[in-house]
């Protein structure tokens, strides 16, 4: 079974910057796409960002120009640049995963969460 970790949640000013991390227990080459989620208390769990297997990437319109999502195959890390930070970010972000087996196997990974707050 493939696991996702992620790290890099703690408290931060507004306007302050975190950089979150989701290590995979295999390799990330053909997860496509991978995505980070986020869900505030109270709230619906939202997709906040994606990264394909060619790079192409998307984010919600409330994280465009501050957020930035990235990947690095040789160390199976996705990563999510998180600047600029707004109280309204505060929420446990998801790693999240879509891999594709030799055999058309679609399988689906989620990571247990890491918490961001944003406070001053």
């Known amino acids: 079974q493939v696991q996702l970790v992620e790290s890099g949640g703690g408290l931060v000013q507004p306007g302050g910057s975190l950089r979150l991390s989701c290590v995979a227990s295999?390799?990330?080459?053909?997860?496509?796409?991978m995505r980070w989620y986020r869900q505030a208390p109270g709230k619906q769990r939202e997709l906040v960002t994606s990264i394909t297997r060619g790079g192409f990437t998307n984010y919600a319109d409330s994280v465009k120009g501050r957020f930035t999502i990235s990947r690095d195959i040789s160390k199976s890390t996705m990563y999510l640049q998180m600047n600029s930070l707004k109280p309204e970010d505060t929420a446990v972000y998801y790693c999240?995963?879509?891999?594709?087996?030799?055999?058309?196997?679609?399988?689906?990974?989620w990571g247990r969460g890491t918490q961001v707050t944003v406070s001053s």
């Open positions: 295999t390799s990330i080459a053909t997860m496509n796409p």
């Open positions: 999240n995963a879509i891999d594709v087996t030799s055999t058309r196997e679609i399988n689906e990974y």
